[in-house]
């Protein structure tokens, strides 16, 4: 019998270990009181826990962003960043398996974050709520997105002032053709009608400039497959230079007036994919395209090796620096004459990513707060990246000159050449490396600054604007009908279409559509590949009928259903907020 | 087990405690006349005593395999749950068969998970097949006289065992990438103009995954032989000499019929891993163009799962495994039955 007990005992253990492995912690939340002012300094020194769905670097923040952060609540950030560790959601579901996400969680509107919530990973910041007086200024969109989970869990991002019908990009928009100006030029100006005629433009500009100053081939084009989701990231791209965008499998124009599945016969899609696959049989894609990431392709822009960008943050961020624009060398984009470029109108209820206060946190009051002030005029100077036009902290890189923001002449050094190293007072360092990890815009930086009545953003600064006058700028100017900027040329000639921002999440997908969608992608990125590197035509043709039928046998009209109705429902939104705001 | 009569005690049935338990009452129940044999049964209970510690002494490994191999067994019931890490399984949705249903749901999902399964058998067999390589390796190292050289080819080899699959890519990726040496030198000797895709190809991908695997494991695999080639009786090459038998006869009549038991034993533990092929190697070297023909079943489970975010579905697929290898081993089981009258398991 004693035997028996033990074997007994022995099993019982067992299964009990099993059931507590099997367990998630319950959302134990203990009553907090509401606090109604945030304290102005902070005693102990604390270290939390940054998730952050958009952060590209992981590790402690540094630099000046990192000291501010650290002066200012005596808090240092620990960033945890899934795009780092690499492995799609594998970092996310272990964390949030074993109950603890971070302190700060910056993640997803729609399935994750209801997710959380209903796991009880995320705090209700209500008690807080009341002293975060430059959140606040934002209620309607704090409102939005809490609207159906009943407390305050998250905090949106990308708010701002601007009418949802107009673009939310400033000076340049999100996609658009953009070539080497100098070499277009030298091509002698090609009359470019549509999409298509940008490939023997393309391969005259290749041809007046093989290699680069490094000594490296040239290619018009180089793609990278860091970013394939639904479909080929580098693919959709095209389409957007005729308003189309992506929601699940469906291109939705931004105007509510075309919706095409990506596999249609002759949708946006395959005919993006054959401009690609024309491109590489005159030669002018990158071979390395298929293995590189993005870092490389960044690092080939920089050294003048690739000739096309499909987007400004992409080819003019890397290679348009004071040198090369001084000697009229630079991305500018380019004129298409049937281009209706798709532009993110800005989000009335905030983006797609949300700010929350993690229920383990350990002082959530002091999160709150730093929450709080990324709305404020200091943290959105400081906290916005300076690829999008975050001027920095008033006093390092401008100062107000009169009533006008100016650049300071370290700021000048770091925005017209790259980096500057960052004086001891302010942290020392790189001004690049020490800039905010966080990678989230809380307020748009095209956006107003209540207390000095200029925009966030040192581009749009009447001062800067005269400071960045280079020959490539005129030369551009002269040439797309003397307009100042992208966005002015693009609007002057009706080329560019702004989807209202109805800060719109589709609903979370059901497991059996998820698992179809899963798969169906899969097989999208794979042959879309193929085939803009296949052989011969006739073998493209031939992997487009494979693919279609691959997919279809896996699902994919059940999916696109799906995402048709979602992508009617977006525009019913953009439609009301359109009215509403506008 | 509990109810087995008293009388069985003494005629060399297995001993349960219960039953020397109710043994003992029977004997203190009975009077004398049997004295002599409850003494006999004293002997034999205090003989069995020592067993019983033995059974202790192994009962932390068997505490130990049901916790790492049956145990585990228990996460197949996330295969019946829609799973949400954030929810946990109580709070998951119970879904049933349903994963199962998608696997065979579509022509298309069918296929698929053929095409899969070929890969991996596809691969195992030629793995198989090359597991000769490794015993003729080692008997041609076996005869060469100079011993630094012998040393020096041996740790050569066995080194690349010991880089990891992802230092691997990067030497197969700085040698065959479009940029890589290869493509360099072949381009400036004016062989090619164009780079050749070595890496992002769909052809021959089971067989240079074969070739990776090879080089990487040739000289570890041929460690076991060389010593066993030790262990063969130097008398039996002498009285071959005697013979007039030549080097090459003396390696094909005496050194490999001797490894062969050896062989033979290696051969039926890879059978017994036809399925297991790891996915390290697969996962690296998979992209867009190869991954029809790359993905075993360890790498679809791993795509499905992570990076397609579905655990269920993984879970469902990796059952599948399972079911297959039990299938294999009844076949081997019946094979080896029939062909030596006794079973391995």
């Not at chain 1, 560019?496 to 698992?515: F, H, L, Q, R």
């Not at chain 2, 012998?150 to 066995?158: E, I, K, W």
């Not at chain 2, 890589?180 to 240079?208: A, R, Y």
Request: glycine fraction near 8%; charge should be negative.
């Amino acid at each position: 019998m004693k035997l028996r007990k033990k074997v007994a005992a022995v099993a019982s253990a067992l299964a009990t270990i099993g059931m507590l492995a099997a367990c998630t912690p319950g959302a134990a939340q203990e009553d907090r009181a509401a606090v109604s002012e945030f304290p102005t300094s902070w005693d102990e020194e604390i270290t939390i826990d940054v998730f952050d769905g958009l952060a590209n670097y992981q590790g402690m923040q540094e630099g000046w962003f990192g000291k501010l952060v650290k002066d200012k609540f005596n808090m240092k950030l620990n960033i945890i960043a899934p795009n780092v560790a690499g492995g799609g959601d594998t970092l996310f579901n272990t964390r949030v398996t074993a109950g603890d996400l971070g302190d700060l969680i910056i993640t997803d509107q729609g399935e994750k974050l209801d997710e959380l919530i209903a796991g009880g990973l995320v705090l209700d910041s209500a008690p807080y709520y009341g002293a975060m007086d430059d959140a606040a200024r934002f209620d309607a969109a704090v409102a939005r997105i809490n609207e159906e989970s009943g407390g305050t869990y998250a905090f949106p991002s990308q708010v701002s002032s601007i009418k949802p019908t107009e673009p939310s990009e400033g000076l340049d928009p999100t996609f658009g053709p953009y070539v080497r100006w100098d070499l277009y030029k030298e091509a002698g100006y090609p009359q470019l009608d549509t999409l298509e005629d940008l490939l023997p433009a393309l391969q005259k500009m290749q041809e007046i400039q093989p290699t680069a100053p490094n000594g490296q081939k040239t290619y018009a084009i180089s793609l990278f497959k860091d970013w394939d989701g639904n479909m080929m990231n580098n693919a959709k791209q095209p389409t957007t230079f005729y308003g189309y965008d992506e929601l699940g499998f469906v291109l939705a124009k931004a105007d509510g007036e075309d919706y095409q599945g990506i596999l249609d016969e002759d949708g946006e899609y395959f005919r993006a994919l054959k401009f690609y696959h024309d491109a590489n049989a005159l030669g002018l894609v990158d071979p390395d395209s298929t293995t590189q990431n993005y870092d490389t392709l960044w690092t080939k822009y920089q050294n003048g090796q690739v000739l096309f960008s499909f987007w400004p943050w992409l080819g003019q961020a890397a290679y348009n620096t004071e040198e090369n624009t001084a000697a009229g060398r630079g991305f500018m984009i380019a004129p298409l004459q049937d281009q209706t470029i798709f532009s993110y109108g800005a989000p009335a209820y905030g983006g797609k990513q949300v700010l929350a206060i993690g229920s383990k946190a350990e002082d959530p009051e002091r999160i709150a707060a730093f929450i709080d002030w990324l709305y404020s005029p200091e943290g959105t100077l400081s906290n916005n990246s300076q690829t999008m036009g975050a001027a920095g902290p008033e006093g390092l890189t401008w100062e107000m000159d009169g009533d006008e923001p100016v650049l300071t002449d370290f700021g000048k050094e770091v925005f017209l050449n790259g980096d500057a190293e960052v004086p001891a007072e302010w942290g020392g360092g790189s001004y690049i490396d020490g800039t905010s990890a966080l990678n989230i815009s809380a307020v748009l930086p095209i956006d107003v600054d209540p207390e000095r009545g200029f925009p966030y953003s040192y581009k749009l600064w009447p001062s800067y604007q005269a400071l960045i006058e280079t020959p490539l700028s005129t030369d551009w100017s002269t040439n797309m009908d003397d307009a100042s900027t992208t966005i002015d040329y693009l609007t002057k000639n009706e080329q560019i279409m702004v989807a209202p921002g109805a800060s719109y999440t589709a609903p979370a997908d059901s497991s059996e559509i998820e698992t179809l969608r899963n798969q169906v992608k899969a097989t999208v990125v794979q042959y879309s590949w193929q085939m803009i590197f296949a052989e011969s035509e006739a073998e493209f043709d031939s992997l487009k009928a494979k693919l279609q039928e691959t997919a279809d046998g896996l699902g994919y009209e059940q999916v696109l259903e799906f995402d048709m109705a979602n992508a009617e429902d977006q525009n019913d939104l953009r439609v009301e907020v359109a009215k509403e705001f506008g | 087990m509990c109810d087995r009569p008293s009388v069985g005690a003494g005629n060399g049935d297995p001993m349960t405690t219960s039953g020397v338990i109710q043994e003992l009452t029977a004997t203190g129940l009975e009077e004398s006349p049997k004295a002599e044999q409850a003494e006999r049964r004293r002997k034999q209970r205090g003989g069995r005593r020592p067993s019983f510690t033995m059974f202790l002494v192994i009962v932390p490994f068997l505490v130990l395999i049901f916790l790492f191999s049956y145990f585990p067994l228990y996460g197949w019931i996330y295969s019946l749950y829609d799973y949400k890490p954030a929810l946990g399984l109580q709070g998951s949705e119970f879904v049933g068969l349903q994963w199962f249903q998608l696997l065979v749901g579509s022509p298309t999902q069918v296929a698929q998970i053929g095409q899969v399964l070929l890969n991996t058998l596809a691969i195992s067999f030629l793995g198989i097949a090359t597991s000769v390589l490794p015993l003729a390796f080692a008997i041609f190292l076996n005869e060469v006289k100079a011993p630094w050289f012998r040393g020096a080819v041996q740790t050569l080899t066995t080194l690349p065992n010991f880089i990891s699959w992802v230092l691997v890519y990067m030497i197969a990726f700085s040698l065959f990438s479009s940029t890589g040496l290869v493509n360099g030198v072949l381009s400036d000797m004016g062989l090619i103009t164009v780079p050749v895709k070595f890496l992002d190809s769909d052809e021959n991908v089971w067989i240079t995954m074969t070739l990776w695997s090879v080089w990487k494991g040739l000289g570890w695999g041929a460690i076991i032989y060389l010593a066993a080639i030790s262990g063969i009786d130097r008398e039996l090459y002498e009285a071959a000499e005697i013979d007039g038998a030549g080097r090459f006869q003396r390696m094909w009549y005496i050194t490999v019929p001797q490894l062969m038991p050896t062989y033979i034993v290696l051969l039926l533990l890879s059978v017994a891993n036809l399925l297991n092929n790891g996915m390290e190697q697969y996962y690296v070297f998979q992209n867009a163009f190869n991954k029809e023909h790359i993905q075993v079943l360890d790498l679809y489970v791993y795509n499905i799962g992570m990076t397609g975010n579905n655990l269920s579905m993984a879970t469902a697929i990796g059952m599948l495994k399972s079911l297959i290898s039990v299938a294999l081993l009844f076949t081997v089981n019946g094979i080896a039955k029939r062909v030596r009258g006794q079973s391995i398991v």
